[in-house]
């Protein structure tokens, strides 16, 4: 009998860690099919890459939805009231630290542009230029969740 319960515990142990492993998995597949997306919706000339354009259009796009009030500008409090902001809080806070490069507490759309240029390069591994979607997932903290 007692030999029975210690199978039955390694049983259950060995479930417990199959089903921590597809809920892993589960969790790499949706966020990866999230960057996928996004990655597809921006490259506007389908050539499974990224250029800077593109790149910029994706991160001005963003920008605008923020700047609620449009004035080229966008404050904390404009953070605060984001959809970003209430579905991922530390991501958008990290936007904002990392787009306010003078530190001022309002990121300008030239900021925002600068930031943008930034991060491009930091992605790009080969530095050819342009993004594969290889470097878009495997660079982009935002798709590391």
Not at 13 to 27: E, K
Not at 54 to 63: G, N, T, V
Not at 116 to 133: A, P, Q, R, V
Request: hydrophobic share 35%; aromatic share 8%.
């Amino acid at each position: 009998m007692e030999e029975s319960g210690i199978v039955n515990k390694k049983i259950n142990l060995l479930f417990l860690a199959s089903l921590t492993l597809a809920t892993s998995s589960i969790a790499t597949m949706k966020t990866n099919t999230f960057g996928i997306t996004i990655f597809t919706k921006c490259d506007d000339n389908k050539d499974n890459f990224l250029d800077t354009n593109e790149y910029l259009k994706m991160s001005s796009k963003r920008f605008n939805r923020m700047d609620s009030n449009k004035d080229k500008k966008v404050t904390m409090e404009e953070i605060k009231n984001t959809t970003l902001a209430r579905l991922m809080p530390k991501i958008a806070i990290s936007w904002f630290r990392r787009n306010d490069l003078n530190n001022d507490f309002t990121v300008t759309y030239k900021e925002m542009k600068q930031s943008s240029d930034i991060k491009f390069s930091k992605i790009d591994i080969n530095h050819d230029e342009k993004l594969s979607s290889t470097e878009w997932q495997t660079s982009n903290p935002s798709f590391k969740r």
